[in-house]
């Protein structure tokens, strides 16, 4: 004899089983139960790693903002942290006079041989790229020279320009071949920007005009005011 039939889900919920005892499908939740919710220890687990899962982007992103801040205050406290010093390169070694075209490793140069007249460098602002022999007699005797690449903005050309005018031991010019849209060059010492940027510029030209030059002092005026040729 088969015992009663566990009421299905469509019948709704069932009456109180009248018989004695447990009824027969006891143990076993009939059809209309819903099914069993998950242990409490699983739902833990979950909250706890959705948690530690937020601690640890958050983490992440303080970490980023600290970066970037010492970042950003490292470029706002040192201006001059891209200054290349090239005072040991051998080529700097050699001050001699030279004739015809002579041939550099940097570009601008920033030392080495050179002519035996200098450029003018009495805030001469040039339109034409320079004989490299005469530039770096220049850098010699103390100057900064600024150079440019031809497609510098024009704005920004006229800022360096305004810079340059009525200085002393500094010259400008364009240069086609070099890498960066600026950069600037002291008897070896070397800065390269990508913008005018007015406050590495102005640090550059303060540490390092006339301090770093093997003649500091020598005459920046009556030297040599054409272009290269």
Not at 30 to 41: E, F, Q
Not at 83 to 91: A, F, I
Not at 120 to 149: F, K, M
Not at 177 to 190: D, F, I, N, R
Request: aromatic share 8%; glycine share 10%; net charge negative.
């Amino acid at each position: 004899m088969t015992g009663p039939t566990p009421p299905s889900y469509q019948e709704g919920t069932p009456p109180p089983y009248p018989g004695p005892g447990q009824p027969p499908w006891a143990g076993q939740p009939p059809a209309y139960y819903p099914p069993p919710a998950p242990p409490r220890g699983s739902r833990r687990g979950l909250v706890i790693g959705l948690v530690a899962g937020a601690v640890v982007l958050m983490l992440l992103c303080g970490v980023g903002v600290v970066v970037a801040a010492r970042l950003i205050r490292q470029r706002n406290t040192d201006p001059l942290g891209t200054v290349v010093d090239y005072r040991n390169d051998p080529v700097l070694q050699d001050k001699n006079h030279r004739d015809g075209p002579i041939s550099y490793p940097h570009t601008p140069p920033v030392g080495g041989p050179h002519h035996a007249v200098w450029q003018n460098c009495d805030g001469d602002v040039y339109t034409s790229p320079l004989d490299n022999g005469y530039a770096v007699h220049s850098l010699e005797h103390g100057a900064v020279w600024i150079t440019y690449r031809p497609d510098l903005d024009p704005a920004e050309v006229s800022e360096l320009r305004q810079r340059v005018q009525g200085g002393e031991y500094i010259f400008l010019s364009p240069y086609p071949e070099q890498p960066t849209k600026v950069s600037l060059q002291a008897w070896g010492y070397q800065m390269r920007l990508d913008s005018v940027d007015d406050r590495a510029i102005d640090a550059f030209i303060t540490a390092y005009k006339g301090s770093a030059a093997p003649e500091p002092g020598a005459s920046c005026s009556r030297g040599w005011t054409d272009p290269a040729g």
